[in-house]
T-cell receptor, first 116, second 113 residues
């Protein structure tokens, strides 16, 4: 596609339910990043992928959060047993490469998650 | 500790007025520096970046930023603001490469007619 796409754009769920957020990166981009944007908090780095592997998972807030990437393309961020503090906008970005000096990250529009 | 600070949470300016958004960083070395803009319902768009060289950087949409090493600052400026500039602006830094890019909390810009 022309840009990074994310689905769904909005997700409302009940506390304790599991949710899956999807990211489709720009075709040909090998690096993919997940961020969380909470009100007044800026963007919090969660995890990045180089290909299908995730060298750095240190930003994941708890073991309820996990992410995978298959085929070097689509990525899914899963939040298990959601809590109200998980409510935020989850942003995905992709770039040509990662870890080799700087390549511009291109961002998707985000998924707004609301946990009731 | 490494940090990126945007001191102003919300700024309101009149259309046609000049704009300056502040960004300060605290890192052991000079990082790569960026400004992004996020319009409502949109992803982040890169306005400009500084890696090295000329400390005054020109970006898209008429924005510029100046790196001041002595002040650990990278303030964003625009001489004349347009109503379409109303958005959230994020300063970001990266010490080595993409993987460690960290963002400030953002400054929301409102433009008065």
């Amino acid at each position: 596609g022309a840009g990074v796409s994310q689905s769904p754009s909005n997700k409302v769920t009940e506390k304790g339910k599991d949710v899956e957020l999807r990211c489709d990166p720009i075709s040909g981009h090998t690096a993919l990043y997940w961020y969380r944007q909470s009100l007044g908090q800026g963007l919090e780095f969660l995890i990045y992928f180089q290909g299908n592997s995730a060298p750095d998972k240190s930003g994941l807030p708890s073991d309820r959060f996990s992410a995978e990437r298959t085929g070097g393309s689509v990525s899914t961020l899963t939040i298990q047993r959601t809590q109200q503090e998980d409510s935020a906008v989850y942003l995905c970005a992709s770039s040509l490469l990662a870890g080799v000096s700087y390549n511009e990250q291109f961002f998707g529009p985000g998924t707004r998650l609301t946990v009731l | 500790a490494q940090s990126v600070t945007q001191p102003d949470i919300h700024i309101t300016v009149s259309e046609g007025a000049s704009l300056e958004l502040r960004c300060n960083y605290s890192y052991g070395a000079t990082p790569y520096l960026f400004w992004y803009v996020q319009s409502p319902g949109q992803g982040l768009q890169l306005l400009l970046k500084y890696f090295s060289g000329d400390t005054l950087v020109q970006g898209i949409k008429g924005f510029e930023a100046e790196f001041k090493r002595s002040q650990s600052s990278f303030n964003l400026r625009k001489p004349s603001v347009h109503w379409s500039d109303a958005a959230e602006y994020f300063c970001a830094v990266a010490l080595y490469n993409n993987n460690d890019m960290r963002f400030g909390a953002g400054t929301r810009l409102t433009v008065k007619p």
